[in-house]
């Protein structure tokens, strides 16, 4: 069971957006800490696609965005291409038990 | 460009200890700000962060693992490492090393990772 909630899976058709939530609690995201964001293709390491909420880095298509608000945060890929079907983790830090970083389960994107 | 490569034994017998290198190349592992983790990933599972040692030396483990769990810094070889003891089954993942970034930030940098199977 993971401490921050996603959808086990979302799917759009090229060209449409499809947006990723991820839920968590007062101890996390509601406590103020950062989310970030992370792109996993089948047998490679994940690679970061939001930073600190809404900060894309170098490299990553302006067609992701980040947002936060309370206990929850989002990942939006607009204009859905072949290429971002993945699983997407988000990851925050969370103040209990002295302090740990937790992941969501991930979520996989089909493109239909 | 900062590149990060595991290594160690990909089968280790149950209760035994599961033991794991990360090379640092294309940057010094004791460069200013730099912080250094490990996580893993069992088999068609999610990702689980295990730990990390800052910059300072401290190291911050997972609570869930942090009984077992030993992570160190050999600066003159620009590695770190990871000690896991009294393995199990559950203990099987992919394991990958990192660079964390900031306070409460997140991973920049990740090795390619490293299967290790935990099996008699």
């Known amino acids: 069971q993971s401490v921050l909630t996603q959808p086990p899976s979302v799917s759009g058709a090229p060209g449409q957006t499809v947006i990723i939530s991820c839920t968590g609690s007062s101890s996390n995201i509601g406590a103020r800490f950062d989310v970030h964001w992370y792109q996993q293709y089948p047998g490679t390491a994940p690679k970061v696609v939001i930073s600190?909420?809404?900060n894309r880095p170098s490299g990553v298509p302006d067609r992701f965005s980040g947002s936060k608000s309370g206990t929850s945060a989002s990942l939006a890929i607009s204009g859905l291409q072949a290429e971002d079907e993945a699983v997407y983790y988000c990851?925050?830090?969370?103040?209990?038990?002295?302090?740990?970083?937790?992941f969501g389960g991930g979520t996989k994107v089909t493109v239909l | 460009q900062l590149q990060l490569q595991e290594s160690g034994s990909g089968l280790v017998r149950p209760s035994q200890t599961l033991s794991l290198t990360c090379t640092v190349s294309g940057g010094s592992i004791s460069a200013d700000g730099n912080s250094w983790t490990w996580l893993r990933q069992p088999p068609g599972k999610g990702l689980e962060w295990i730990g990390y040692i800052f910059h300072s030396g401290n190291t911050f483990y997972n609570p869930s693992l942090k009984n077992r769990v030993t992570i160190s810094v050999d600066r003159s070889g620009n590695q770190f490492s990871l000690n896991v003891t009294s393995v199990t089954a559950a203990d099987t993942a992919v394991y990958y090393c990192g660079r964390y970034r900031g306070n409460y930030g997140y991973f920049d940098y990740w090795g390619q990772g490293a299967l290790v199977t935990v099996s008699s």
């Open positions: 600190s909420n809404n």
């Open positions: 990851q925050s830090y969370d103040k209990s038990l002295g302090g740990h970083v937790v």
